[in-house]
C-alpha cells in the first residue's frame, strides 16, 4: 500500500468519525424534543462542603461559660436537672433558658468559615492574647475556645481551639450569641407585682359635746 492510499483512508475515517459524531448529536437531540427531557442528564454541580469545628448535640453541654479575659470577667451557666439553665456567675439567679439554649445550639456547631493553616504568628491575630474564651463542658469533654481580634470585614473572628495549632474564622454572629452574656446577663425575667392600692380610711364621725353634768339648761 504507497502513501496516498494510506493517506485517502486516514481521511475516510476522519469524516466516518466526525459524521457519527454529527449522527449522535442529531438523535440525542431529536430524542430529548421527543421525551421533552435531556436525553443525557447535565453533569452533576459539586456542592462546597461545609467543615464544622464542633458538632455535637447542644442538649449535651452542661456548662457554658464566656470570659473576657483583658476585662477579667467571667459568665458561667449551668444546666439543671429538669433541662432549664440557671446563672451562677458573677451571681446566682434562674437563667432564661430559650435564650442559653439558643446560644448553646450555635456554639455547639460552629463552622469554619476560613482555616489559615499552621505556623503562622498568633499576635498578629490576637490570639497570642485572646480577648474572650469560649468554653463548653459535657458529661464526657470539655471544648476551650480562644476569640481573637475580628476581622476586617467584620463579619468573623480569628479564634484557635486549644491543643490545634491551626488559626481559623469563625463566624462572628454565632460567637457573638455567646459573647453578648457578658454585656447582658440572661436572667429569666420576673413578673413585677401590681401595686395594690391602699383603702382610704374612712373618717370617725365627730361626737357632738355632750353639756356637763349638773349644769341646767339655760331659760330663754
Not at 468519525?17 to 447535565?42: D, E, K
Not at 445550639?105 to 469554619?112: C, F, G, H, K, R
Not at 486549644?162 to 455567646?178: E, F, M, P, W, Y
Amino acid at each position: 500500500m504507497d502513501r496516498r492510499t494510506t493517506y485517502a483512508l486516514l481521511i475516510v475515517l476522519v469524516v466516518l468519525v466526525i459524521g457519527a459524531g454529527v449522527l449522535q448529536g442529531w438523535f440525542v437531540q431529536g430524542a430529548s424534543r421527543v421525551l421533552g427531557r435531556p436525553l443525557v442528564p447535565p453533569a452533576p454541580t459539586a456542592t462546597p462542603s461545609v467543615q464544622n469545628l464542633w458538632s455535637f448535640d447542644s442538649s449535651k453541654v452542661q456548662t457554658l461559660q464566656i470570659s473576657d479575659l483583658q476585662q477579667a470577667k467571667s459568665v458561667v451557666l449551668q444546666r439543671q436537672k429538669d433541662g432549664s439553665w440557671r446563672l451562677t456567675t458573677p451571681q446566682d439567679a434562674p437563667a432564661d433558658t430559650g435564650t442559653v439554649e439558643e446560644a448553646a445550639a450555635q456554639v455547639s456547631s460552629l463552622a469554619i468559615t476560613t482555616n489559615l493553616g499552621m505556623g503562622l504568628d498568633a499576635s498578629i491575630f490576637g490570639i497570642a492574647s485572646p480577648h474572650y474564651e469560649l468554653t463548653l463542658k459535657t458529661s464526657s469533654q470539655n471544648y476551650i475556645l480562644d476569640i481573637g481580634a475580628a476581622t476586617p470585614t467584620g463579619s468573623g473572628y480569628y479564634v484557635r481551639e486549644k491543643g490545634d495549632t491551626r488559626i481559623l474564622i469563625l463566624d462572628q454572629a454565632s460567637l457573638n450569641s455567646v459573647i453578648a452574656f457578658l454585656n447582658q446577663l440572661p436572667l429569666l425575667a420576673t413578673a413585677t407585682p401590681e401595686q395594690s392600692s391602699t383603702p382610704t380610711a374612712l373618717a370617725t364621725p365627730t361626737a357632738a359635746a355632750s353639756s356637763s353634768p349638773g349644769t341646767s339648761p339655760t331659760a330663754p
